[in-house]
């Protein structure tokens, strides 16, 4: 069973930049979809981004697309969220999420993932 342990989240001033970090307890280049989610107080739980397993093939959610970058490290089994120009709407507390699909060149921010680690909290302030 695949784990994953966010980190990286913490106070921001709008404008400022956090860089998000996902281990996962295995391989997960060619293996598994993995995305990040969002969850604000009183809010469902929101895709943010994702990434293939193939790597050929990232998405982005509208509120974010041109501020976030999500990328891999394929040897450290790694994921990475580089958020900047940061908001207040941004605030919440961001899952990493991963699903088995080998070989995907595809991937969704439905929150339909099997795995998921339990959060890391960002807060923009005004």
């Known amino acids: 069973q695949l784990q994953l342990v966010e980190s990286g989240g913490g106070p921001v001033q709008t404008g400022g930049s956090l860089r998000l970090s996902c281990a996962a307890s295995?391989?997960?280049?060619?293996?598994?979809?993995i995305a990040w989610f969002r969850q604000a107080p009183g809010k469902e739980r929101e895709g943010v981004s994702c990434f293939s397993s193939s790597g050929t093939s990232t998405e982005y959610a509208d509120s974010v697309r041109g501020r976030f970058t999500i990328s891999r490290d394929n040897t450290k089994n790694m994921v990475y969220l580089e958020m900047n120009s940061l908001k207040p709407e941004d605030t919440g507390t961001y899952y990493c999420?991963?699903?088995?699909?080998?070989?995907?060149?595809?991937?969704?921010?439905?929150?339909?993932?099997?795995?998921w680690g339990n959060g890391t909290q960002v807060t923009v302030s005004s």
């Open positions: 295995g391989r997960i280049v060619d293996y598994y979809v």
């Open positions: 999420a991963a699903d088995w699909n080998p070989q995907s060149t595809t991937c969704t921010m439905l929150p339909t993932y099997a795995y």
